[in-house]
């Protein structure tokens, strides 16, 4: 088992904006990928859980940003197990440029669910020894609620279909991300550098289901934004999400 674990990559096509830049859903699609590779290491990724009938969920995430790279930037990114807290398995991510700077800085936070009844098992049941590294940081932040804040209104909807459901049959993380930017209109984007971005994922949506998010720009630090995703049929919080803007 190997305690970090690291890929070289490049950034395709797909994986940019109209800015060139690289997109904040395509790091939560390489964290993911990474995360899973290193799982599989540890002998607690997806086909060796399968069998207990467990899989993991992200359920918080910090992310801090630089200069994000561009199309064909080659970079490096990786990862390793912090630590417990509380229930939560901690894992930390660093993304490197091609000059070694790192453009991106990740703190998540990942439950342990139990397939059939989808309630939160302990960790302590898969009866491994994880290499921990406590002492190293790409954050120091740990997982915390976010205040529910007032939005002004809807700036986003969304029918759940075909292609936001992942392998567990519900939206993958990085989908929510991607209607979280488009709450904004391209002209914020092309004027605007995300600085930080906290997310909770509270429930899942479904199939069939509709996603309503709420935006509020107007909190007491500047460019500070306030996001929640309302699964509109259930009537509940899918996610909360905290935006820290560099605006002009």
Request: hydrophobic share 40%; with cysteine; proline share 3%.
């Amino acid at each position: 088992m190997q305690t970090f674990w690291e890929d070289d990559l490049k950034v395709r096509a797909y994986d940019i904006d109209f800015n060139n830049k690289l997109k904040v859903s395509s790091i939560f699609n390489y964290m993911q990928d990474i995360a899973s590779s290193h799982a599989d290491n540890l002998n607690v990724g997806y086909r060796q859980l399968l069998g207990k009938e467990l899989f993991w969920v992200l359920s918080w995430v910090k992310l801090e940003f630089n200069n994000m790279p561009q199309f064909e930037d080659k970079f490096k990114i990786k990862t390793w197990p912090k630590g417990r807290y509380k229930l939560y398995a901690l894992r930390d991510f660093l993304l490197f440029d091609n000059s070694g700077g790192v453009f991106c800085r990740i703190a998540s936070a990942w439950l342990l669910i139990n397939a059939k009844s989808k309630r939160i098992t302990d960790l302590k049941n898969l009866n491994i020894e994880f290499p921990y590294q406590p002492d190293e940081h790409a954050l120091t932040d740990l997982p915390a609620k976010i205040p529910v804040v007032k939005t002004d209104g809807i700036a986003f909807s969304k029918k759940i279909n075909y292609s936001d459901i992942d392998i567990n049959r519900h939206v993958n993380n990085e989908r929510y991300i991607e209607y979280i930017l488009d709450c904004y209109p391209n002209e914020f984007h092309e004027r605007n550098r995300m600085k930080s971005m906290t997310v909770s994922f509270i429930s899942e949506t479904k199939f069939n289901d509709e996603i309503q998010i709420g935006l509020n720009t107007s909190l007491s630090a500047k460019g500070l934004h306030y996001l929640e995703g309302i699964n509109k049929g259930a009537d509940r919080l899918a996610f909360q999400s905290l935006i820290e803007w560099d605006t002009e």
